[in-house]
């Protein structure tokens, strides 16, 4: 039988004139199943006939129905469920919601774009992952001959300006100290060992991942399907080891004898307590832990194989821009031309004894307020 069923859509799997296999889908329930019968009586009355069968110039497939099979796949071929579920929450909730309920071979850029405009606010990082992400769909369509465009085929990702993390180390301390222990501990981890926070990585890490004997932690990414050896730095250890003595469960952070799946309510708290009101998320952390390790001379490739990134690149193109240190020791390794490199002891000299002078200014400063007078100059 042609006729084929895949979850509630109907199709038609049948050879065109060239030989070539193709599928043609339709609605469904029972009208669905009423026109994939009529149009397979035609495909085999057109060979009976030794005519041309028409051609499938024209999915009949919906934008939801190709996403429902792009999942489908998604899961069988054994990548992240996690994954899928996240890919499926953001089309289904924020992106077919604005599209127009065409077929998807009528489907054009311009609906896109329009999609779009029901974000004004939204960012470009956000806009490229939507557009991603029905470009991997229209794609997978394409391969199984479920259509024959892909309106974002031309799409090129726009550069995302790379997030700066604004909160201090002393902001860090205070924002600790306001924290309940399973948060306490969530901002120690993925500072000390850069994971990835979430159910990826953080959430899912267990004592039995914890190697005190050696003072390392195994880590498997989901993201990557790779395992990673992160060690401990001296610091951590008695906090683990603490947490260890108390813990209720197998995982290392708990709450209340349960695992964590999110701490968000938590963070919010313990920031509004700590008077911090600047743009700050869990995973700025895992930036600082690269970015600072790397400013303090640490191997690119050493904390690339801790980040867990998949090559090296990715690492220097993420965390290399905020390098203002390296940048500075670069342009200084330059060979200076004699007439310049006088000139700019000069200058040295004169900003030292600048510096000079202001301190002693203020040291006269402190000094007459005691007595009641300050200069005000």
Known sequence: MSIHKRGNSYFVRYRDQSGKQKQKHFGVGKDGKNQAEEFDLQVKLAKKKKQQVVMLSESDVYLEELVD???????????????????KLTLKNKVLPHLPHK?????????????LDHYPKLSQTTKNRYFAYLRAVFNWGIDHDYTTVNPLQKWKMSKEAPRQFVITEKELAKLIKHSPPHLKLTIQLTFYLG?????SELFKLKWD???????????????????????????LLPILKRAQRKAETEFVV??????????????KNAKEKAGITKSFRL??????????????????????????HSDVSLTANTYYQAMSSEKTRAANLLPRIDEDTEAAERFQKKMEKKKGDAAVKNRKKRKLSHVGYVDKD
């Open 69 to 87: 099979l792009y999942l489908k796949d998604y899961v069988a071929t054994g990548k992240s469920a996690e994954q899928a579920k996240n890919v």
């Open 103 to 115: 077929r998807v071979d009528r489907l054009t850029y311009s609906d896109m774009l329009n999609m």
């Open 283 to 308: 995973y700025d952390l895992r930036h600082m832990y690269a970015t600072l390790m790397m400013n303090k001379g640490a191997d690119l490739a050493a904390v690339s194989a801790m980040l867990g």
């Open 195 to 199: 994971l990835r926070p979430g159910k």
């Open 209 to 235: 991942d914890v190697d005190f004997e050696n003072n390392r932690i195994s880590v498997f990414a989901t993201k990557t399907k790779q395992n990673r050896i992160i060690p401990i730095p001296d610091v």
């Open 254 to 267: 708990e709450y209340k004898g349960n695992p964590v799946l999110r701490v968000s309510t938590a963070l």
